[in-house]
């Protein structure tokens, strides 16, 4: 039972990257989903959420408008799409999924179950 979270690298300012996330072991259209990140020095934070259910998302403020969130239930895949990078963005991301309440979303890291290993996200001219 594993996630595999890819798709980070170098972008310049302005650019576009699409962040994956591929469970095996279980079914993730399943499981409510989080993306966070932690840059150099700062604490993990929570950039995009999705329930389970698919209705209910949250985005930090930051990225509103810059990414989206989606699901790809026969790859059992997530993909977190990032436009208009900046420098700000850049930090390790994670995914993570979690069983829990039917249509819920869970803005701390440690309620989930299942953690990918982070893909690294640099933007830099």
């Known amino acids: 039972v594993q996630l595999q979270a890819s798709g980070g690298g170098l972008v310049q300012p302005g650019g576009s990257l699409r962040l994956s996330c591929t469970a095996s072991?279980?079914?993730?259209?399943?499981?409510?989903i989080g993306w966070f990140r932690q840059a150099p020095g700062k604490e993990r934070e929570a950039v995009v959420l999705?329930?389970?259910?698919?209705?209910?998302?949250y985005y930090k403020d930051s990225v509103k408008g810059r990414a989206t969130i989606s699901r790809d239930n026969a790859k059992n895949t997530v993909y977190l799409q990032m436009n208009s990078l900046k420098s700000e963005d850049t930090a390790i991301y994670y995914c993570a999924a979690v069983w829990g309440g039917t249509g819920s979303i869970y803005f701390s890291w440690d309620e989930y179950d299942y953690w990918g290993q982070g893909t690294l996200v640099t933007v830099s001219s």
């Open positions: 999705l329930s389970n259910t698919d209705d209910r998302t």
């Open positions: 072991g279980f079914i993730l259209m399943y499981y409510s």
